[in-house]
């Protein structure tokens, strides 16, 4: 009787314990294309470890009590519209990108459209189209214990039937 209550015991130790010890990685990989049509890789992920308190943004640790709520990635519009400035992912401006983060993708790129759009952008995540509704965006991760809960796009509307 004692040993199946030690067993007991023991597995909702080992259940419990699995789950406050949560760990994600998301490495993210992705491209930005410069004006100039040169693309070049980047890498921007986010990553977990509850062992050591330690939550990764891109290329930088940071020792946390837990896992942060959010997480914001700028896209700032050019004045002139022609390009964007993202920090997480290049130093200077650049004209397009295309990121996979987990199961989503993020793409920005310039396109011809019949009617005025800002910049001529549209973004898309996992294959929705939304336009700049100002010159700032952000793409909004939040986080759970298991990694990327969600992801939405701020700043933006939706694509409600622009023809190309």
Do not use: C
Not at 67 to 89: C, H, M, N, R
Not at 124 to 148: H, P, Q, T, W
């Amino acid at each position: 009787m004692n040993s199946k209550l030690n067993i007991l015991i023991a597995s909702i130790f080992l259940t419990v314990s699995h789950h406050a010890l949560a760990d994600f990685n998301f490495p993210g990989n992705g491209s930005i294309t410069y004006s100039t049509g040169v693309e070049k890789s980047f890498e921007f992920g986010f990553a977990w470890q509850q062992k050591f308190k330690k939550f990764t943004v891109g290329s930088k640790s940071y020792e946390m009590d837990q896992i942060p709520s959010s997480y914001s990635v700028a896209i700032t519009l050019a004045k002139d519209g022609s390009q964007v400035w993202v920090q997480e992912f290049n130093n200077g401006f650049i004209e397009a990108f295309d990121w996979t983060i987990g199961k989503h993708t993020i793409t920005l790129k310039k396109q011809q459209f019949s009617d005025q759009v800002k910049g001529n952008y549209v973004i898309e995540l996992d294959g929705r189209s939304y336009f700049f509704a100002r010159n700032n965006a952000s793409i909004v991760m939040k986080f759970d214990e298991d990694g990327i809960k969600t992801i939405a796009i701020d700043g933006v509307k939706k694509n409600m039937g622009t023809k190309n």
